[in-house]
């Protein structure tokens, strides 16, 4: 990208520079009378401008070798044969701000460079001078001079406030983020407390549906032993999940490369417990594939659309199919029901938190996050997720997970400042 793109100046731009300056054509034209010397004119002012150079001590410290020196000798002429070539187009301008952008880069500070334009008045002024038959006036080139030095001062504060300003809002950032790891700290610790108090609570329904399965063996139906023996699953499923984040909070969430099929059929799994579910038709897509997701997530995800669909089926023999189909860049997900469609009106909100509709809230009794979580799970992997919907003849959940595996947060984490104990 070239410097002009880069600090937005645009030809319009340019020319608003140059009249600013009032630097017209009867300039340039000026400007080009002068290039009949500029040989003459050129090295003689190489020569003088690094020997002061080379006597300041600001200076000096940059110019490192004599090689680099005699390198610069060759720049500098140049530098002065397209000054007075008198085409100040968009080349010009290109190769002066990648002349400013080297200084920068060497650390010169702003005033020395433009300090060092002093010499080039006080020998090319007179030089030019003396060839056109004239003399320059002394004080004018003393003036100039102490113009040199006012616009050094002016940019030399430019630059203080503009550094002090990104100072401050560097502070402002720098706390901003402390606060953020602070709370996400604390939130961790209640994670980590919520997460212990849910672990002893599975484990003591699982204990209860098993001693339910066992003692009562005899007295109990075939199926509901079979719901006993699913929901003891379940929980022992989920002590798995929150025993995987207490031990190693940090690596929780993190993705892997992942069968969809197999986590398609953990949510159908979840799907059995719920009565009924047995008069739905439950198909899966046969694909082999491997995606990169966070296993937890995207079972998050199934299990919320799979159930979200049970749940608003309209016919006692519904259909249930999650299908997929990839993309050149992502693998779409699609879990399709033949239920009773969502109304028009409805779809643009449905992912929003605690949206639900009145006929909803008697059917179950979920707050209306289930799809608010899954639009955060599948953007949290970088994908997409839509809703498309025909009242009276079903709806289609899709989303997408990118076949390319995302860069990871470690960057970030390593911005982490000091923890504190937990
Ligand atoms: C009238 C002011 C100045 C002009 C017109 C000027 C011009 C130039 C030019 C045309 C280049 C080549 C840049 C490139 O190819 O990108 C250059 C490089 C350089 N200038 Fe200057 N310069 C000025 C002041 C200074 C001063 C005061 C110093 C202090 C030592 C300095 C040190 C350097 C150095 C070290 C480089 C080489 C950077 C590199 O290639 O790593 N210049 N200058």
Redesign the pocket.
Known sequence: MSLLDRYGISAEQQTLRKQFLQLTDDDVRSVRELQQWTSDVAAELAEQ?YRH?LAHP???K???SPE?VE??KV??A??FQELLAGDYGDEYFERRL??G???H??G?EPQ??????S??MQVAFPEFAARMGTEFPQPLLSLLKVILLDIGLSLESYFAEATQQLRRRNEHLEHALQMYFQTEMKAQRYAKLAGHEIRSALNAIANACEEVAEDFAGSIPDEARSILARACRRCWDIVDVVEGILSDPERAGEPQWIDPAAVVDQAAERLRLHPGSENVAFQRFNTVTSVWADPVGLREVFSNLISNAFHHLDKPAGRIAVEYSPSSSDHVFSVVDDGPGIATERLESIFQPFVRAESEKSKHNGRGLGLYFVERIVREHGGMVWVESVPGQGSRFSFTIPKEPLVKLATFRSLRPGEDSP
């Open positions: 401008f150079l600001e200076s000096a940059l110019l490192s680099l390198r610069l720049a500098q140049s530098y990648q002349v952008a080297t200084h880069e060497i010169l020395f460079y433009l300090g060092a334009f010499h080039y």
